[in-house]
Structure formats: structure tokens, C-alpha cells
């Protein structure tokens, strides 16, 4: 749905797409099917974003991924994660992971009896090229500040924390009620937000939580938190090459 008169920015609600395996539940969120006679679910090189929950003593088991990176950003509880390397790694607010998946990485997820019902989300990147060598990277990042973007990854090269092999930048933002900021901004890119919770104002439209907004082909564009919220924002490069190969994120 396109909002505001004078901006290309299009708002989605919350996602009708949903899997419920009872302990560990998903919904997807499209973001190319914000955009009206879009043939691509996906936008660009970012393909969805999943909105995952699980409960606590919930395991799923060894299974592989391929030609995709896979980001797992969890704002509160923990996500721990074993993998074919013997890695043993717990990724929470203080960390992210990101999973350069290649020609195929195998790894399991899973949650304790005693750890928090977890909600968090897993970002699927199209890289530019398959068959890549798989790699793991799960890094220290650094403590939000409220009503300053932070930004997570890039593509290689970039100087962040983090990377994905194509042209996609994550950022996220904690906004007290009544502050703003505007979107961050990258010449040639255009813009993907979510609403993880709270609500914000953009362009005189109410974003609500897990609602989404695209901008394209525009420069400038401020949120306004109508109550407490966080954000993450995408930067994407809509004509970066890709590949649709991925376990999920095709």
C-alpha cells in the first residue's frame, strides 16, 4: 500500500505467511511484496525476514542451508546455536550471527529448559554468487544508544562488525516516545524498515509492530516513535546481481 503523496514509500501489514511447529513458530515477511506488481517476493538481494519465536527447551535439529546468508538478531533472550565446524555459540543482545551459508553449512538451534521464551529474527540474504566457500561469523557488538542507529553488517569489505556477500547494510534503532530519527541513508539504496515493537510515524502513516515500510527511489524519510520502539532498517541495492538458489531465501 503506497502512503503520502509526495514519497515512493509503500507500508505492508503483518504477514499472513506462517509455519507453527507448536515450540517453534515463524512468520516471513516479503519485502518485495510491499511494492504493487512486484513479481519478486523478495527485493533485491534481501530476500525475508522471519519473525521467529521459541519456546524454551525447544531443539531443532541438525540441518543444512545453502547459497544464502543468514543473519540472527536477537534483542532480548538467547538463541544457541552448534554447527559442522563444532561450534558452540550463544547469540543474544549482546552478539550477532551471521551465517554465510555457500555450497552447504549444516548447524542445529536450540534453547535450554531454563532460558526465556525467545522471539527474535533471521534475516536471509541472496548472495551474488553460489557455491561460496560457507563461513560463521558470530561477533561482540556494540550497546544500543537510544535514538542512534546502529549499524550491524554490510557487505565485505565494509567497516562493520559483520559482512554478506551483496549489497545490503542492516542497521537498528531504539526510539524513546516522541523522539525521532531519520532513516539512514546510502547513495544508490533504497530503504526496508520493520517494526520489531512499539510504533513509529512516517509520512503521516502509523507503522505498528511487525508492520513494514519500503522506500524507493526517494532520499529522506524520518520516524517518529508514537510510543517505545525498535526498528531495523535495511539498505539495499534493488539492481545488485543475485542468486535465487537458497534453502529459504530464494
Do not use: C
Not at 213 to 224: E, I, R
Amino acid at each position: 500500500m503506497k502512503v503520502g503523496s509526495e514519497t515512493k514509500l509503500y507500508k505492508a501489514e503483518r504477514t499472513d505467511v506462517s509455519q507453527n511447529q507448536g515450540k517453534f513458530r515463524t512468520y516471513f515477511n516479503f519485502p518485495g511484496r510491499a511494492l504493487p506488481d512486484h513479481a519478486d517476493h523478495g527485493y533485491g538481494p534481501l530476500a525475508t525476514i522471519v519473525e521467529s519465536f521459541m519456546d524454551p527447551d525447544t531443539h531443532i535439529a541438525m540441518h543444512p542451508h545453502r547459497d544464502e546468508e543468514i543473519i540472527s538478531w536477537v534483542p532480548a533472550g538467547v538463541m544457541r546455536h552448534g554447527d559442522q565446524d563444532g561450534n558452540d555459540l550463544v547469540t543474544d543482545a549482546d552478539h550477532l550471527m551471521v551465517m554465510n551459508a555457500g555450497e552447504t553449512f549444516w548447524h542445529e538451534e536450540f534453547t535450554r529448559a531454563d532460558d526465556p521464551p525467545l522471539r527474535m529474527l533471521q534475516m536471509f540474504v541472496r548472495p551474488h554468487s553460489l557455491g561460496l566457500e560457507p563461513n560463521i561469523q558470530h561477533e561482540p557488538i556494540d550497546a544500543p544508544v537510544e535514538g542512534e542507529w546502529r549499524h550491524l553488517f554490510g557487505p565485505e569489505g565494509s567497516d562493520v562488525p559483520l559482512f554478506v556477500r551483496n549489497q545490503v547494510d542492516l542497521f537498528d534503532l531504539r526510539l524513546d516516545a516522541g523522539s525521532s530519527a531519520d532513516l539512514p541513508e546510502i547513495e544508490g539504496r533504497d530503504a526496508y524498515f520493520y517494526v520489531f515493537d512499539g510504533a513509529v510515524e512516517a509520512a503521516g502513516t502509523r507503522f505498528g509492530k511487525t508492520e513494514s515500510g519500503l522506500l524507493v527511489d526517494d532520499a529522506g524519510l524520518t520516524l517518529t516513535a508514537d510510543e517505545d520502539a525498535t526498528v531495523v532498517a535495511f539498505l539495499v541495492d534493488p539492481d545488485a546481481p543475485v542468486t535465487r538458489q537458497g534453502t529459504i531465501g530464494r
